[in-house]
């Protein structure tokens, strides 16, 4: 559509489940997204400056072009919900302390939280990574297997699933001992 100054306003409809938020310039120079709430002025309004104009004879309003969807969510405009915190099972259980308590945090939090698609190989790889850390001495393997077990439940994996992830990675992270600073000599 033209607008009565020169512009140029373009009309995309979004994908359906997605949000998007209005902010001005942040796409590039003079490029603002109306989106949500706001509004954009409709081809055929006629206000003091002039009138919104069609281009060309197509009425329809085109998808959204991937290309655009990327740019748009590269630059804040689309809305992700906010995914609420997971009240983990095994916060009364602290284990290890500093490092070690902190990385079991972070790993058993990965797991919980792992997308449909991505559970196993993300335990599989927090297995590993705390296995390390057992094999430094810094955790109890048995506490590990536990606390493994109940974020990937959380996860949503079968206990099958889970413990045979868990014995694969916790066994490859015990042959690779570390430090704070690295492998074990």
């Keep these: 559509m033209l607008t009565p100054s020169g512009g140029l306003h373009y009309w995309f409809r979004a994908p359906a489940g997605t949000t998007w938020r209005p902010l001005a310039g942040a796409l590039g120079w003079q490029l603002d997204v109306r989106a949500g709430a706001s509004y954009a002025v409709a081809p055929g309004t006629v206000t003091r400056a002039g009138t919104y104009t069609a281009l060309g ?24 919900p906010e995914r609420p915190r997971t009240v983990l099972p095994w916060r009364s259980r602290p284990m290890g302390s500093g490092y070690a308590a902190a990385a079991v945090e972070a790993e058993l939090r990965t797991v919980a939280e792992a997308q449909p698609g991505t559970r196993n190989a993300m335990l599989n790889r927090a297995s590993f990574n705390l296995g390390t850390l057992c094999a430094a001495g810094r955790l109890d393997r048995g506490q590990l297997v536990d606390v493994l077990l109940d974020a990937a439940r959380h996860g949503g994996l079968s206990d099958r699933e889970a413990e045979a992830a868990i014995r694969s990675g916790l066994t490859a992270g015990e042959r690779n001992p570390r430090t704070h600073t690295g492998a074990a000599a």
């Design 57 to 80: 004879d197509c009425r329809a309003v085109a998808e959204l072009p991937v290309w655009l969807a990327r740019d748009l969510d590269r630059t804040g405009h689309r809305v992700r």
